[in-house]
């Protein structure tokens, strides 16, 4: 059982689609963050969020927009995408104050642009 | 800037087997490091960590050393089971306050009977 939830599990949109891929932590924690995974490159750190304040955005395309209502949500709208965006999309978040970083992840959404 | 590297896959081995998979890092200050596991269809789960020189974590049967000389925690296991085949990632984490962790590309590991 996971502290960390995501919806859907699996997409496939077109390129002039727009969705929103949604992650929710059951864990009490304070930073949220978003990642791709592709086969054969390393995890790719996408956002940051600590306090729902956006603390790293590593040069993501604009077609990715991120959004921190709160602590425990944190959503990824997507629009216009390319093939080359298919991927896992993890969502994992830590307790930061207790300097233990460590991170706990979602099951992924298996996104697939067409 | 802060990196890791692990041996490449995909690493196949026989039930009982010993099983080691290195990683060794590149890092500003001190990191904590981490080892990561991935089953199919999941998403990483935490396997064992260490925050300083010489510290030992280890869970489930798999261990790894934080080796400050040789800046590497290689992760091991006396005798792996089929349960065992999954993606493993080694990561680091400054201690400065910094959220963010540095993964390696991961090692497919598979067990069979």
């Known amino acids: 059982e996971t502290g960390v939830t995501q919806t859907p599990r699996h997409l496939v949109m077109g390129m002039t689609n727009k969705k929103s891929l949604k992650c929710e932590q059951h864990?009490?924690?304070?930073?949220m963050y978003w990642y791709k995974q592709s086969a054969k490159k390393p995890l790719e750190l996408m956002f940051v969020?600590?306090?729902?304040?956006?603390?790293e955005n590593n040069s993501v395309p604009s077609r990715f927009s991120p959004e921190c209502p709160n602590s425990s949500h944190l959503f990824l709208h997507l629009h216009t995408l390319q093939p080359e965006d298919s991927a896992l999309y993890l969502c994992a978040s830590s307790q930061t104050r207790d300097f233990t970083y460590e991170q706990y992840f979602g099951p992924g959404t298996r996104l697939t642009v067409t | 800037g802060d990196s890791v590297t692990q041996m490449e896959g995909p690493v196949t081995l026989s039930e009982e087997a010993f099983l080691t998979i290195n990683c060794t890092y590149t890092a500003t200050g001190y990191p904590s490091l981490f080892w990561y596991v991935q089953y199919p269809g999941e998403g990483l789960q935490l396997l064992l960590k260490?925050?300083?020189?010489?510290d030992k974590g280890s869970n489930k049967g798999f261990e790894a050393t934080y080796r400050k000389e040789t800046t590497s925690f290689h992760l091991e296991k006396g005798s792996v089971q089929v349960s065992d085949s999954a993606v493993y990632f080694c990561a680091l984490s400054t201690n400065f306050g910094n959220e963010k962790l540095t993964f390696g590309t991961g090692t497919r590991l598979t067990i069979i009977p």
């Open positions: 864990l009490g924690h304070n930073a």
């Open positions: 969020y600590n306090f729902k304040e956006q603390t």
């Open positions: 260490a925050t300083k020189a010489d």
